[in-house]
Nanobody
Framework: QVLLVESGGGLVQAGGSLRLSCARA????????MGWFRQPPGKEREFVAA????????RVLDSVKGRFTISRDNVKNTAYLQMNSLKPEDTATYYC????????????WGQGTQVTVSS
């Protein structure tokens, strides 16, 4: 079993930055891909970014390229999402996930952290 706990969300003005963290606990015998997803109010959840175990390969949503950076620290069992130049349309609940490949499937999910960007 794997437990994922997100943190770092909050309220920020447009143009500001936030760094989300996803701490992973539980089994460590698998080299999980880590991903970030978001669900805006009233909309479906969408993929944001994913990174493989060695950090040698990533996949990022086009609309956040150049603004969001995914990274991970396997010693700390933590994944990060650095979000810069935030826009009101980035407002969403952000979830981290652990899976088998950059395209899923996603086996474990965190509880989510709220990001609100004011204009």
């Amino acid at each position: 079993q794997v437990l994922l706990v997100e943190s770092g969300g909050g309220l920020v003005q447009a143009g500001g930055s936030l760094r989300l963290s996803c701490a992973r606990a539980g089994r460590t015998d698998r080299s999980y891909v880590m991903g970030w997803f978001r669900q805006p109010p009233g909309k479906e959840r969408e993929f944001v970014a994913a990174i493989n175990w060695s950090s040698s390969n990533q996949r990022v949503l086009d609309s956040v390229k150049g603004r969001f950076t995914i990274s991970r620290d396997n010693v700390k069992n933590t994944a990060y999402l650095q979000m810069n130049s935030l826009k009101p349309e980035d407002t969403a609940t952000y979830y981290c996930a652990a899976g088998s490949s950059l395209h899923g499937p996603w086996d474990y999910w965190g509880q989510g952290t709220q990001v609100t960007v004011s204009s």
